[in-house]
């Protein structure tokens, strides 16, 4: 068996050993997120660093504990705290989660971060569902051999966001009186935040937020051939015009506030999903 495959079912069946059940919903949870993995009823909780060939989280805000157990009548697998580029993994590595998910059965995936808002209609604590992203990372995580049993060599991009979960996520919000933005979310590396002139570049690509994160995640799961929403916390305004300094604390600060927003609407969303 090929290494990358080997290690998937390593981490699978370390997994599988602790569980009586197989999850359908994947959640990833970002920066400041993490709490509602504290709601899922009889928790299977496992640190990333016992599960085989896991990355281990280094970032404020990202637990690094694997939540498996029921939430809204799903069975679900959650990971409180996920993995970025600029810690030094590799996109093989930051995406190796999702691979384990889909191996364990996930069919669909909800993935959230902290991000910072480019379009004006945004404001720092929205909630904005994601229809597209651009990836400006500066690499993929499907670059190198591809295993026919992961996906296709040359997967499609056009719907990595599910139209009907989007709208079952902006329908959901609609009845929770919660109001929801959409809008292309662009992916680089960090860590560093963008200079003026970047984020006005990135502007005129036509992103209306962006972050580093999420995208990686995304093309696996795509690739996987699993059904993903995307939910962005906006924890703060870059626009290049108005742009003042900000800090990670800032970052964890607005996404603290928006917490129990966010955490109404998921469960809103995993009530009403079909998997």
Do not use: W
């Not at 970032?59 to 580029?85: D, N, T």
């Not at 929403?229 to 970052?251: K, N, Y």
């Amino acid at each position: 068996m090929e290494k990358l495959l080997k290690k998937i079912h390593e981490a699978k069946d370390y997994i599988s050993s602790k569980l009586t059940f197989s999850p359908e919903v994947g959640l990833i949870l970002g920066s400041g997120l993490g709490d509602l993995a504290d709601e899922i009823e009889a928790p299977v909780v496992i640190d990333y660093k016992d599960i085989p060939h896991f990355p281990v989280s280094t970032v404020e805000g990202h637990a690094g504990k694997l939540v498996v157990g029921k939430l809204q009548g799903k069975q679900v697998v959650a990971m409180k705290g996920r993995f970025h580029f600029y810690e030094g993994y590799t996109m093989q590595e930051i995406t190796f989660p999702v691979r384990v998910m889909k191996a364990l059965g996930v069919k669909s995936l909800i993935v959230t971060n902290a991000c910072g808002g480019l379009n004006p209609h945004l404001y720092a604590g929205a909630l904005m569902i994601i229809n597209d992203h651009i990836n400006l990372m500066g690499t993929n995580p499907l670059i190198g051999k591809n295993y026919d049993e992961l996906g296709p060599r040359f997967p499609d991009m056009s719907t990595a966001y599910d139209k009907d979960l989007i709208e079952l996520a902006h329908k959901v919000a609609k009845a929770q009186d919660i109001e929801t933005k959409e809008g292309v979310y662009i992916g680089i590396s960090g860590p560093n935040y963008f200079s003026k002139a970047e984020l006005k570049m990135v502007t005129l690509m036509g992103a209306d937020a962006l972050g580093m994160s999420t995208v990686p995640e995304v093309i696996v799961a795509k690739h996987g051939n699993m059904k993903v929403l995307g939910i962005s916390c906006v924890t703060d305004m870059a626009i290049p015009e108005e742009l003042e300094s900000i800090s990670h604390e800032q970052v964890m600060e607005m996404a603290n506030q928006t917490k129990p927003r966010f955490i109404k609407l998921v469960k809103g969303i995993l009530k009403e999903m079909t998997v």
